[in-house]
Structures are given as C-alpha cells and as structure tokens.
DNA sequence: GTGGTCTAGACCACA
DNA sequence: GTGGTCTAGACCACA
C-alpha cells in the first residue's frame, strides 16, 4: 500500500473525554506550531478530511472555525483554509504554557511545596 | 443574625468553565489537606449546604460522592458527611501535580523548550 | 391576547441576506447595549427560544456560542446563558463605528469628499 | 519579460472576508472613478486577467457582469468589456456613501451618541 | 430542564 | 470542488 502525500496522522481517540473536536483542534495546532504544516500550505478540505476520519463534515468544520477564531488558519471561502502565519503563534503558546505552569506552582505552594522541590522535580525529568 | 459554626466560605464562580460539582470538591479538597477541615470533623449537610449556595443538593451530592470516592470524606448512613484521614491524601496530591508538571514538561518540550528554560521560569516565580 | 413577561420581540427577517445566527446575535447585542437585557438576567434558553422562532435549536447555539465569544453574555452548563457585564462593552461598540466611519471618510475622500462634505452631510440628518 | 499595458495592479487579499470577485468589482469601481481607466478603453480580457491572478475565469467572469450591471462598463459581444461614461457614477457613489453614512448615524444613536460626537469624531480625522 | 456534541443530509454562494 | 448555513434529531453531562 502507498503512503499518500500529504497524509500527516490526525487520530482519533475515541475513549479520550474530550470532544472529538477539540482533538482535532489540538493535532492541528502542533502541527502547525511544529512546522509540519507551513504558512499558507493547504489544510485538507472540510469534506475530504471527514471521509478520512469517518466524522461528520460538521465536526470538522467546528474545528476549522475554531482553528481560525485562534489565528492558525485562515479561511477562504470557495478556496479552502490555509495555514497562518505562525511566527508569534509559538511564542504566545510557550507564555500560556509558562501561565500554566505559575498555576501549577500556585497549588503545589498551597499543598506546603516549596521552590526547590519543583526544581528537584524538574531536574529529575529525562532530559 | 448569627454567624454559623463552619462557615468557610465556599465560593462559586459562575464564569469558570468546570462544572460546578467540581469547583466544589476543589475546593473542600483543599480546606481538608490544608488542615482547615480536620479528621472526623462532620461537613456541612447536603441541603444545607445547597441552601447556603443557592444551588440543587442533586450537585452538592454529587461532589460529595466524588470527595468520598477520592478518599478524602467517609459516609456515615443517617448522620452525615465526614472527613477522613488526610496524611497519605497530601503525598498523594503531591504526586499528582508532579505528573501534571511532567506533562506541562513535555508539552514545553514539543514547542522547543529546554529543561533549562523550564528551571529559569520557576526560577522567575515569587518566592 | 397576553403579553407575556420577558417577551422582548426578536423577529427575523428572512429576506435579508444574513444568515439567522448572524441576526439573533446583532438584536442581542442591540437589546444588551441599551441595558433592555441587564448583568447577569437569564437569557432565553436554546430550546424555548428555538421554539418562539420557529427555528433550529443549533442555530441558536451558534448565535449563543458567537455571543459568548464577543463578551456579552456567559454560559453555565446545565442552568443557561446569562448577559455579561457590559460597561466596556458600550465603549468598544462606539470605538468599532468609529473606526467604520474612517474607513467611510478614507472612501469618500476617493471619491473626492473634503471633509467639509462629510460634516455638512451630517448636520442635514435628522437630530 | 515587457511591462504590458493596461497593467494597473489588482492585488487580491486572500485574507479579506468578501469573495474575490466583489474586491475585483470594488477595484475596478474605484480605478474609472478615479480616472484611471477612462470612457471607452478597453477592460482587459477575462482570460488574461484570470491568468494574471491566477485564478478562475468564472470569477472575472462574474466580476465583470456585475460592473456592468451597475453601469461601469458595458460589453460588445466578440470584442471585450469597455469602460461606460461615468460622469453620473460619481454621484451616485457620493450619494451612496451619505446612505452609509445616515446608517452609522443611526446605529450611532442606538449607543447613545449625538450629532455632536459625530461631528467632533470627523474633526478628528486627518485632513 | 439546560447547554454541548455529534450525525446525516440538504441547499447555497463562490471559485 | 470548497466552505457556510441550516434542519431534524439523537445522546450526553450537569443542575
């Protein structure tokens, strides 16, 4: 069997909690963010990529909207939806994660954590 | 009026995106390991504490059985709601976090960031 | 006939080229900006709203979810859409029509429009 | 390679909400109201414009019958699109815009502003 | 009862 | 072919 070009693994998990949707979402965005997807190349098309995933073309569509509202893609109608320019995408993803991680460390603190044990934890993470 | 006995102000944000259940056993989950609900101590009724936060007892019993089923209350059949041992419930939140932090970690690490740049941003964390 | 309470007159207009969910969510806004829907009051819920219309509930979950996205109003699962506080949200409607009759002033100024014209046109309206 | 004649720089954005063939139909507007394109010159072919943008012939196609249909050009059949007399069209175009703009007003006075604000909001502009 | 997600499928404008 | 809107209706978690 022939690996199609183009053909970049979005899958599914159906026992995950989450929407199928927001999975969608998410796979896009990494990769996107990671660059396997690049400025202006062509998402795959809303219908093409439910027969794909065997989802209603809804389903995609709601995760191409939301793609867009988020900056990713953008959309052009009779065209299809293309990758954003993602330069300033990254940085903003990596202070959401830092946010994140301030929240973490907010709720260690309350549980009697002190910096220095987040950083022992940190360290003790494979490199 | 009179200030009632265990009173410690649980507050509900309507705004947050979490079900409501969960904001609650948030956050008991924190007055128990912080010790401000201690071993044995009996908790605020189902309808009393629905009444006090204008909500339905449906949801109050709900995060109370999932309190229960996370270890932190034990039922007692006709008397009520108890709190329950807490020293390994403390590591065991600790834990957590940890993994929590771990998959924070990896998710730095598909944006290209460095364990270095993990350990410099808590570094930056007040005290 | 009765007129029942919290009956604030949407009507749809199916001529008009919009789509319905880009309707509802302009009379919202028009109803929350003149303060006829107030902080915090309940708004129709999905379904008896979808009824009183005569449409489909999804559409008016997407004109919901749109006005959720532009701040006017917030959802809590399980009890329904309530209006959001909406100080600013008069500010930045005024700032957004500003902004529209620059690029109205840029256009007539292609045509040209002196700004004298503009201003004479606006004293001739209606006060 | 020779700078063609009767190139005059129609740059799509792909980005931009409206389909492509209203912004073909905007541009030109503004390239006979402006003078540029003058009374009976010749429009360039549907093809060769479709080639330069690359994009669908249908779209200029599309494009070019609503020019016509709004009086900015006219079409002999076997022989190409033709630029009408546009004396009028300039009015018109005024008169247009004092529509949108009595629109705005009035949105205007939904959020509360007078005549006034408008004014000092026209002041404002640069000249 | 309330919103959230999803399906199957229709019809439309635009390219 | 491509996305956008809408319907009718199902099933779910939450309150």
Redesign the interface.
């Known amino acids: 069997m022939q690996q199609k070009e183009g053909e970049y693994m979005i899958i599914l998990d159906y026992k995950d909690a989450r929407p199928i949707y927001e999975q969608i979402v998410e796979k896009f965005k ?1 990769l996107i ?2 660059g396997i997807l690049q400025k202006d190349e062509q998402m795959p098309s809303v219908r093409s990529l439910a027969v794909e995933l065997a989802i209603n073309p809804n389903t995609i569509q709601k995760a191409y909207m939301e793609l867009e ?1 988020q900056g990713y893609i ?1 959309t ?4 299809g939806n ?1 990758v954003a320019e993602n330069e300033n995408l ?1 940085d903003e ?2 202070e959401e ?2 946010m ?3 929240i ?2 907010k ?2 603190k ?4 002190t ?1 220095a044990d ?2 022992d ?3 003790g ?1 494979e ?1």
Do not use: A
């Open positions: 990494l963010l990671k509202r953008y052009v109608k009779g065209r293309f990254l993803r990596r994660l830092k994140r991680m301030f973490l460390y709720e260690g309350e549980l009697g954590m910096k987040f950083i934890c940190l360290r993470f490199e």
